[in-house]
């Protein structure tokens, strides 16, 4: 479904929370590791961004060498994966909260959810396209 804006959204954003997945299951295997800082994964604000930009002032990339203030296309969102240091839940240094990490977990499935009931959706609508309905 090359060329489909509904379609990239989708299937960025299930990207983004695959690896949203991956750095939950990570904490929770290291909530014991002395000194472990817990990941975490950032992609929300990049995509809000590029969903936005109509209502924003474009600026022109007149020059491969400019850079631009925000990714312009869905594919240049990527999610960011990054250490949180400056937190601590016990005394051995490690700042994994297993409660949190199932409160993330939660609302991660149920985003990961909603997106793939958009594809259903979306693919059921094309279906019926090309069946004639």
Not at 1 to 23: H, N
Not at 54 to 78: C, E, F, Q, W, Y
Not at 89 to 111: K, Q, S
Request: with cysteine; proline share 3%.
């Amino acid at each position: 479904m090359l060329g489909d804006y509904t379609w990239s959204v989708i299937d960025k954003e299930a990207e983004c929370l695959a690896q949203r997945f991956q750095a939950v299951s990570k904490n929770v295997a290291n909530a014991n590791t002395p000194g472990y800082a817990r990941h975490n994964v950032s992609f929300e604000d990049q995509m809000r961004e590029v969903m936005e930009q109509d209502s924003r002032l474009h600026m022109t990339v007149t020059n491969a060498g400019h850079i631009p203030s925000h990714p312009l296309k869905i594919k240049d969102v990527h999610a960011a994966d990054f250490k949180i240091m400056d937190e601590q839940y016990r005394l051995d240094l490690n700042n994994v909260d297993p409660e949190r990490e199932m409160a993330v977990l939660a609302e991660t499935r149920m985003m990961y959810t909603a997106f793939m009931r958009a594809a259903s959706s979306k693919l059921t609508m094309l279906k019926s396209v090309i069946a004639g309905r």
